[in-house]
């Protein structure tokens, strides 16, 4: 007899009760061991590595404004990927490579980078390796134009200059450098050297008279260079060279190359006041000039300091100046040693060529350098004009702008242009970008030149770093 159905019910049950108890545990079974698996292959048995091999020094100095690195990565399993971070910069990347890794062209910034390499594995887990990476900077020293192309080729430190025209011609001519970079590529059309008059000369009985006879004959001895530089078989343009070679001391082939870089004007348009407040930005921006300096001369900001420092009015009148037999006053003028960009006060005071008689008398004008002039650099003009030595003088704009501002003394104003651009960045024959005058010294005229100026905003615009040498 069989069993009764309930008990056959019961037999059925509880085998498969013990079949499914028996399939969870090889489940169970199968898990572990699956996670067990993972956990090998996941898991490192070894500490993780990641080495800076190169390059191998640290702190590393670099004359470039970006650096290359590489190394090596290992770990018992196996390396995923390597990141990198600069945190001067806040910029991150990931290297090509893993056990065997390299990064190029990590951009610098100027003073200390930090740069961090990360090399991880499939865990999660990750070494680091850092590096200080440190730009070299470029220095300036100040020095006399008439120095400076010799100071390039017989000086092996000195990796350039700037200085004003025929000097920079000077230096690229004899062969001794190459232009660089042009101060048109920095700022196109600048003006570069201006004409100003002290306050107290305008203010002086007749002072108002005398300074527009002085622009009258600046702006005909203006006109006469620009007609004798548009004709260069005529006469006058031989004058025009045999009078530089006397002012600068240059040669003709030296004058005719410098020529080419520089334009003259004596008008004062919009946009030169523009770019003379862009020059008084650029000093703020390099620490040499505040916004309380602005605000303390009583200016509300660049604009107003412009609006207030440029006289247009004085120029505009003296195109209704005639000529005179009368000489109704003296001026003490300043200028620059050899400065081309002024030729048109070296023009106005010749007499040999103009039938014994100055464009500056021929105005009613005792026209006489002023105490030291020449002058070695614009500041120096600047603390002559403070001193009261120098009436009416041709500089550059940045100078007449800085001392201004920061020399209440140097009370004057901005009567007219005297040219535009035609300063170059010269440099030795090594030289063949910004980053190779990295360790080197760039020589300009002086502190809070126009030269000097240029050099700031080239190095800057460039994220070089430059210091006093």
Same mark, same amino acid.
């Given at each position: ?12 049950? @509880? ?22 698996? %993972? ?75 930090? %740069? ?58 004899? @062969? ?20 100003? !008059? ?64 520089? &334009? ?27 916004? !309380? ?16 420092? !440029? ?15 009368? %000489? ?18 070296? !023009? ?13 008398? &021929? ?39 800085? &001392? ?8 004057? &104003?901005? %009567? ?22 990295? @360790? ?30």
């Amino acid at each position: 007899m069989g069993a009764p159905e309930d008990e056959k019910d019961g037999i059925k049950k @509880g085998m498969n009760m013990k079949i499914v108890a028996i399939v969870i545990v090889a489940i169970v079974v199968v898990a572990a061991i699956a996670t067990a698996v %993972i956990l090998m292959t996941t898991q490192s048995t070894t500490n993780l590595s990641c080495t800076i091999l190169s390059p191998a020094s640290d702190p590393y100095n670099v004359k470039s404004s970006k650096v290359n690195l590489s190394g090596t990565a290992s770990d018992d399993v196996g390396v995923t990927n390597v990141t990198w971070m600069n945190s001067a910069s806040g910029v991150s990347g990931a290297a090509t490579g893993t056990t065997n890794w390299s990064i190029s062209n990590i951009t610098l910034v100027t003073g200390d980078n930090l %740069i961090t390499v990360t090399a991880y594995n499939a865990a999660g887990e990750s070494a680091s390796d850092s590096i200080k990476v440190v730009p070299v900077p470029v220095s300036y020293v100040t020095m006399g134009v008439g120095l400076m192309k010799e100071a390039l080729r017989t000086n092996s430190t000195i990796g350039g200059y700037l200085a004003w025209e025929p000097y920079g011609s000077d230096g690229i001519v004899s @062969g001794v450098g190459h232009a660089l970079e042009w101060s048109g590529d920095v700022r196109p059309n600048h003006p570069c050297c201006v004409v100003l !008059v002290s306050d107290d000369f305008l203010a002086a009985p007749n002072g108002i008279n005398l300074t527009m006879r002085f622009l009258k004959a600046h702006i005909e001895a203006t006109n006469w260079i620009n007609d004798a530089l548009a004709h260069n078989t005529s006469t006058n343009y031989s004058l025009l060279i045999d009078m530089a070679v006397n002012f600068t001391g240059r040669n003709e082939t030296v004058l005719k190359a410098a020529f080419e870089h520089m &334009k003259y004007d004596y008008a004062i348009s919009a946009q030169t006041k523009v770019d003379i407040a862009w020059y008084t930005d650029q000093f703020i921006d390099i620490g040499q000039l505040s916004n !309380v300096s602005l605000t303390d001369r009583g200016y509300a900001d660049s604009t107003d300091f412009v609006n207030e420092y !440029v006289n247009t009015t004085l120029l505009s009148d003296a195109t209704s100046v005639t000529t005179s037999s009368t %000489i109704y006053g003296n001026v003490s003028l300043g200028f620059l040693t050899g400065d081309l960009h002024q030729m048109a006060q070296y !023009v106005a005071r010749n007499t040999s060529n103009f039938g014994g008689t100055s464009t500056f008398t &021929k105005y009613g004008l005792n026209v006489t350098p002023a105490a030291g002039a020449p002058y070695t650099s614009g500041p120096v003009e600047m603390d002559n004009f403070a001193n009261g030595n120098v009436d009416i003088g041709y500089l550059g704009a940045p100078p007449a702008i800085l &001392k201004h501002l920061n020399n209440p003394k140097v009370n004057a &104003k901005i %009567i007219a242009v005297a040219n535009t651009e035609g300063t170059a960045l010269v440099v030795g024959p090594d030289v063949h970008s910004l980053d190779d005058l990295r @360790g080197k010294y760039v020589a300009v005229p002086s502190v809070g030149s126009i030269q000097y100026l240029l050099l700031q905003v080239i190095m800057k615009d460039a994220g070089i770093e430059l210091v006093a040498g």
